[in-house]
């Protein structure tokens, strides 16, 4: 079974330009979660998705946003980037809600300039 | 709010030492994950344990979770440069994971 797919694996920006990015989960998982990770702050858990619903958001500002589609792929989008955004992005997949365990995919390394 | 301290923060050790990486909490779970991440890439699940005072071994790896499901260990023997990486504890509370503040290991051969 496919494991967790991310893309772009990498992405350089500049400030103030929006970027997508894009997970699709193992198959059969519904439940994809974004985390942003920096060395500063560790592993921060940005919003959760279940069928096409937001169901947890974490404490980050309203320019980072989700979606989810019916097939439960996921996309983020960041806009007005701003320079502390430069992190690696996870994604991360469960086959429910409430109960199952997480498995990440490989990560997109955002770098601002 | 960090939920979940991990120590020691960076370790550094000789191949073949014996290491333990400790998650404390105040708060409980009802599930604790273990995890590796190499540098770029995404963490890696080991284990999962979920009942208060579980033991779980994954070769050299052992992994316990507290009576209380508020904290859990790792302990590695033998350690080889293989088990190089960044290690993580997630706690698990109502649908959402808490992480760890992570464990640096560079096992120097």
């Known amino acids: 079974k496919a494991g967790v797919t991310q893309t772009p694996r990498y992405l350089i920006k500049t400030r103030g330009q929006q970027v997508t990015l894009s997970c699709s989960p193992i198959s059969g998982h519904r439940s994809v979660s974004w985390y942003q990770q920096t060395p500063g702050q560790g592993l921060q858990f940005l919003f959760e998705y279940f069928s096409e619903t937001q169901r947890n958001k974490g404490n980050f500002p309203g320019r980072f946003s989700g979606r989810q589609f019916s097939n439960s792929r996921s996309e983020m989008n960041v806009s007005t980037l701003e320079l502390g955004d430069s992190a690696l992005y996870l994604c991360?997949?469960?086959?429910?809600?409430?109960?199952?365990?997480?498995?990440f995919g490989p990560g997109t390394r955002l770098t601002v300039t | 709010t960090q939920l979940l301290e991990q120590s020691p923060q960076f370790l550094s050790i000789q191949e073949g030492e014996n290491l333990t990486v400790y998650c404390n909490s105040s708060s409980v779970f009802s599930s604790l994950q273990w995890y590796r991440q190499e540098p770029g890439e995404g963490p890696v699940l080991l284990v999962t344990v979920v009942t208060g005072g579980e033991v779980k071994k994954l070769k050299r790896l052992t992994f316990q979770f507290g009576d209380a499901r508020k904290d859990s260990s790792l302990h590695i023997t033998a350690a080889q440069p293989g088990d190089t990486g960044l290690y993580l504890c997630a706690g698990a509370t109502g649908n959402q994971f808490y992480f760890g503040t992570g464990t640096s290991l560079t096992v120097i051969p």
């Open positions: 991360a997949s469960r086959a429910g809600w409430v109960t199952g365990e997480q498995y």
